[in-house]
């Protein structure tokens, strides 16, 4: 039994560099393998899932047992066979990376890889999990499977290299966020956590802008001013508080921030057209 996916073009980009996907296969084996290299630039991951065998790498033997993981880069000379009583099923992705491209300065995953042109050991990173996702993208086509099957290979790659190295830890970071990016963030985290003691002040603050800055940038992402933020924020977590029966409505009031029940009850009144009381008895009626 044989699956085969050699007709499709698949290109994916890591740390800067092109790879092309042109081999992705399953096999039951019943045959033996010869002796063959791979080219520059070109990389075959196999994953042993059931059966034993042989492989036969720059004229050393190993023995293939089910959750065996390697790899064969260019120019390491390799052969495969079966154990006829119990013979191996494989998958096999074979990748050719482009010689044009250039690595990121910065890369951490492609040199591992580039580098290690032979490796055998046991995965420890779940990689038959996702070669049967693999296949099922490739065998059944849903909506966005040509997004989904780069995603995969890249972290087939990204998770061969967490096996080279035994989950070494990374000294890459992500890039520091930029204000700019972040700041519906944390104007939304403001007014989500943060409705018993919000001021245009701290928010202004937080944000490095002027009060009148901010204000212009919450009609500008929301339509609203920062007092009409602040009704809707309070009185959208006063809402959820009087579902608790067991709660009163002065101990809601101090848990909004409003300095007696009455003026808590007076601003829902204002919001919801109804007291505290009234909404609290129409959700359980």
């Not at 499709?8 to 800067?16: A, C, N, P, R, Y």
């Not at 999990?129 to 997004?147: P, V």
Request: proline share 5%; glycine share 4%.
């Amino acid at each position: 039994m044989r699956t085969l996916y050699n007709d499709m073009d698949i290109h994916f980009s890591l740390e800067g560099v092109s790879f092309h996907a042109l081999n992705i296969v399953f096999e039951h084996f019943e045959r033996t393998i010869p002796s063959h290299i791979h080219g520059n630039g070109c990389y075959e991951i196999h994953y042993i899932s059931t059966g034993h065998g042989k492989l036969k790498a720059n004229d050393t033997y190993f023995e293939l047992t089910p959750n065996t993981l390697f790899v064969t880069g260019p120019h390491v000379e390799h052969a495969q066979t079966p154990v006829p009583d119990d013979p191996m099923e494989e998958y096999c992705v074979y990748f050719k990376l482009d010689s044009s491209s250039h690595m990121k300065k910065n890369a951490s995953v492609l040199p591992s890889f580039i580098r290690t042109s032979f490796w055998l050991g046991q995965d420890r990173q779940g990689i038959h999990a996702l070669m049967l996702r693999l296949f099922d993208e490739l065998a059944k086509r849903y909506t966005g499977f040509q997004e989904q099957v780069p995603l995969l290979l890249t972290q087939l790659v990204i998770l061969m290299v967490r096996n080279y190295e035994q989950l070494q830890i990374s000294r890459s970071v992500f890039t520091p966020n930029n204000l700019a990016d972040s700041k519906s963030v944390i104007i939304e985290e403001y007014f989500l956590y943060e409705y018993q003691d919000l001021s245009l002040p701290d928010l202004s603050d937080r944000l490095k802008l002027s009060p009148r800055q901010t204000q212009r940038l919450l009609m500008e992402y929301y339509g609203k001013t920062f007092q009409q933020k602040k009704a809707e924020a309070r009185m959208s977590a006063a809402a959820i508080l009087l579902s608790d029966p067991q709660k009163k409505i002065a101990e809601i009031a101090e848990a909004l921030g409003y300095s007696s029940a009455e003026h808590f009850s007076s601003a829902f009144r204002r919001y919801h057209h109804v007291s505290p009381r009234e909404y609290r008895k129409e959700q359980f009626s």
